[in-house]
């Protein structure tokens, strides 16, 4: 199963570093207690979950959105979950979150 996750509004964007280390924080991977201070790896693994950072996804099929801000795969579970974060004005947010669905849908047939 493939997700997309599409945080509520940021109110700046530290937030998102803000993210990445509460993603962390949440499934048990060491970070630090200051947010602004987490420097986000490439990698994360812990256990069955593995957690990446700014990367890109390589298909057998070529996709050109293929690097959401944060993938969470969980081996376990069988499940990826893509997270891209936008910044959109308040009367933005219903369009960019459309926009985002439809932009990795080619990533997420490609995922299953």
Do not use: F
């Amino acid at each position: 199963m493939v997700n997309i996750l599409l945080p509520d509004i940021l109110n700046n964007n530290n937030n998102n570093n803000n993210n990445n280390n509460s993603i962390c924080k949440a499934l048990g991977i060491e970070t630090t207690d200051k947010w602004y201070t987490h420097v986000p790896k490439p990698v994360y693994e812990e256990g069955d979950v593995t957690v990446l950072w700014n990367q890109e996804v390589h298909a057998e099929r070529e996709v050109t959105a293929n690097s959401p801000d944060i993938i969470i795969k969980n081996k376990k579970e069988k499940t990826c979950t893509l997270i891209d974060v936008a910044i959109p004005a308040d009367r933005n947010v219903v369009q960019k979150k459309a926009e985002k669905k439809l932009k990795y849908k080619s990533l997420c047939t490609e995922i299953k």
